[in-house]
């Protein structure tokens, strides 16, 4: 799904356990464990940004709060029952003992005249500053607020557990004895999806340690730490105490974002544009008249004479007064569900159906409701229900080729596992580097008075500061191992055997580049084995047909994508092309206005070559009229270059393998070869015997 109305775009799986619901959103990684090392930063960071501004505060008599939202209550305490601290909770109770070590260690001038935020630190452990509030169900137990209205739940923690009775009782029950120094609790877990409408008016800093931002817009995020603070004594921290500039100084939240500034930045700037959308304020012509609604995928619009048609009957039938505001009557028919059978009859001819009506209802209601209109503004981008066969596939070149190319093949290759693992051995020594882990830590701030158009156009906000940092052993994942002999085996499809050989055989000082970044190692290292692989195999494979051959099916199992990308040809065996690229497009713009070419397929992606390493999908076949060329039928793959080095080993050695297939072990007449234009695959096919 592509980005659109301000939203990532994302890929959904079969698999809902994957990502969000299925869903990984542009600019996610999913199961990198670099993502444990960033969350830990995040938590660290919010510590940090909580203890300067807890001790400005202290001195003014305000409890300072900080709220951390997660994904999954299992990630903060155990759900077995037991109560016990896991996940983001333990890592806070290390970040946080670390963070008060080093500030108690180094008093300041401050704390020699006043000692009591000193004392005040050392008063409490880790475990005892932190809680977590969770939605319960009717037995009492946490649970994930997704299953919220779900009647019963028995996996949940159960109410009589101390610590999360406490917890929820403290937070949604006892909010004063929160803001009361007097309770050692300042950090907050709460679930990022919660819908209870709690919010606390001390929360100073808020931490999203989440994979996604799609269930809870930023928006709302942040709402939760908008209020303006009280004191001790229950005093709000307003301009009419505090004057216009402190109250601002004051009263700051800071966000510690789960993605980068930007993307942060940007997605709240979109949420608060959206909720100041300005709706209209009257029913006058021009709310309908060049307007485009979207009801069901139709679009439904209004002309100029129609719109003047509506209002005219809108006002005589009483639905919209003389200001131009929807009555009581209309407001009525809507609620009864009898404004579009009644006002169906009532539109002009032509126009004069259901999606019409609904189409007056939502305008009309949209000047009282400002979500009478979502998800119906803006024109629906065209689909394509199919991707037809044209009668090209019927041709006589085109049964001829399919002949040719329909049937499976299987490969077999021998070579020495010692010289694999020798080349291996070399080629890491030669060329595997790592980066060193980093992070980048951007400070930025919203303006203090803001304008719609400032906001609209995303500069209501103004970076400060930008820093990069290594992540350092004590930043590191705790409890992360690897299985290296195996994940290395798995990644590069060789032997547990083989690996342990490789990875024995090269230098101390490249191995040692494994504790710098392990995924990374395992990751270059494996890869430069099937590179090496990749040059050996294409020397000693060959290849022979097995009992199988592709279905003519495999053209039409697959829905196409959306008309922007469509392309309607001419000698496609289907209707539409759908190229992967500007290049491909021209391709095939090329070979419909070639009279040579007879027809030609756009290959789907099953339609696959076996190789050592991995599947290869050649893109078009094509057959010429024959007497027009030397070789009448062809397989090409459009990479964009000809030129192998700008290729990566393995993909030169997929299309070796390919060659070698069609080029000489075939004995069906095919030819094949890498191109990047149409005038690219003449000349090949001219120099080809």
Known sequence: MPPQDGRPGYVRFLDSSIGDNGRIYMGEVYCDSAA???????????????????????????????????????????????????????????????????????????????????????????????????????????????????SEREDGIGINDDDARRGYDLILRDKERLLSFDEPVRFIFSHSALREGWDNPNIFQICTLKESGSETSKRQEVGRGMRLAVDQDGNRQDAALLGPDEVHRVNLLTVIASESYETFVRDLQTDISKSLRERPKKVEMNLFSGRDVVLDGETVSFTEEESKRIYKTLYKGDLIDDDDKPTAEFRKAVEDGTFVEYFVVKLPEGIADTAHAKAVEALVRSVYDAHALDGMIGRAQEKISENTLTDNFAKREFKELWARINRKHAYTVSFSDDELRRKSIERINGDLRVSRLQYTLTVGGQKSQATRDEVQGGSSFGRTQTETRDVDAGTSSVGVTYDLVGEVAQAAAITRRSAAAILAGIDANVFGLYRVNPEEFIKKAAALIVSEKATMVVEHISYHEIDDAYDEAIFTERMPDNASKAYEAKKNIQRFVFPDSDGERRFAEDMDAAAEVAVYAKLPRTFQIPTPVGNYAPDWAIAFKEGSVRHVFFIAE????????????????????????????????????????????????????
Request: hydrophobic share 35%; with cysteine; glycine share 6%.
């Open 638 to 689: 459009t990479k964009g270059t000809m030129d192998t080095m700008e290729l990566s080993g393995v993909e030169n050695a997929k299309i070796a393998c390919a060659k070698k297939l069609f080029n000489e072990m075939s004995t069906g007449d095919v030819r094949y070869h890498n191109v990047a234009t149409y005038e690219d695959l003449l000349e090949v096919m001219g120099r080809m015997s």
């Open 36 to 150: 444990d090392d960033i969350q830990r930063i995040q938590i660290r960071e919010t510590i940090k940004s909580h203890l300067q501004k807890e001790e400005t505060l202290f001195r003014r008599g305000i409890k300072c709060l900080s709220l951390f939202f997660i994904d999954e209550v299992a990630k903060y305490r155990d759900l077995s029952g037991n109560g016990e601290t896991v996940g983001y909770g333990k890592i806070f109770e290390e970040e946080y003992a670390a963070a008060i070590a080093e500030r108690v260690a180094h008093p300041t001038t401050d704390d020699a005249y006043d000692p009591s935020y000193l004392n005040y630190l050392r008063r409490d452990d880790a475990h005892a500053v932190h809680s977590g509030y969770f939605s319960v169900d009717k037995k009492g137990n946490a649970v994930e607020s997704k299953a919220e209205k779900k």
